[in-house]
């Protein structure tokens, strides 16, 4: 976890103006631009002083998410359960430390058990903050890509997906050797199963995951660079946009991180242009 202290967060809704990052285009052109990204965070719940849950959240609206997360999830029946929210801030984390009323806080003892997140993020349920941001060891920098290993990329994937072609809703990790050819395609309904699919398959076949580029479909969250970090894959490419703290955290890990969008040149925001 990044070095810092607890501290008070008196208002932990994100600033009023986005957050941008800077990018280059991987191709003969190698422009740069900027663009602005979605906010992501972890935020630790605790309700009378008993760790809860961590999920993966957009940061702002948070009163509105814990009332309705403590709802759905049975703690509280009612929103005037909840006495008060006191938010505290640890670099990229939250903490929000939740004052229930005894009547929820008899229940939520008598049936506490391990929460299951519905938000996909992938760390819901997990109680201690460290495991959410933990700290890993940086990785030895990778070569960027070539630019050309990302030609139609979208139709190849297309075709690796044979689970998709009948089904669809199945997120895919495949990994692209340094010529660019698929040598592996695993498919999930989630896109953490399916990344890890993707480490063992690699792992078996004594694969040097700090060369090629391991490819994922949906968008890459803050969980998914830890997996990274831990397979020591050096090279990272996601369909969807990565958050902000996405990138910020892959630029300390030295993991490379490209965005491929539909239309326009691949997107290197990590290492920083």
Known sequence: MAPSSWTPADNPDP?????????????????????ALAEETPLAISFNGINQAVMM???????????????????????????????QQNSDALLAQVEISHRAHW??????RQLMGASGCGICGVEALEQAMPDLAPLEP????????????????ARAQTLAQTSGALHAA???????????????????????KLIGAMARENTNANKGVVVITSRCGLE?????????????????????????????????LIHVPHESAPRLYSPAP
């Not at 229940?107 to 506490?112: D, I, S, T, V």
């Not at 050309?148 to 994937?157: G, S, V």
């Not at 495949?174 to 890890?196: K, P, T, W």
């Open 15 to 35: 600033p009023s103006q986005p957050i941008t990052f800077s990018y280059q285009e991987i191709g003969p052109s190698g422009r740069s631009g900027a663009t």
């Open 57 to 87: 959240v957009s940061p702002h609206d948070l009163d509105d998410f814990i009332t309705g997360f403590s709802i759905s999830n049975r703690i509280i029946d009612e929103p005037n359960e909840i006495r008060d929210i006191q938010y």
């Open 107 to 112: 229940h939520l003892k008598q049936h506490r």
């Open 142 to 157: 990778a070569a960027i890509p070539h630019w050309q290993q990302f030609d139609e990329l979208r139709d190849r994937i």
């Open 174 to 196: 495949l990994y692209l050797d340094e010529q660019g050819e698929i040598r592996f395609c695993r498919e999930d309904i989630g896109r953490h199963n399916a990344l890890d």
């Open 224 to 256: 998914l660079v830890h997996k990274a970090v831990r397979a020591r894959i050096g090279t990272l490419a996601t369909l969807s946009a990565p958050s902000e703290v996405t990138v910020r955290w892959a630029r300390h890990y030295h993991l490379n």
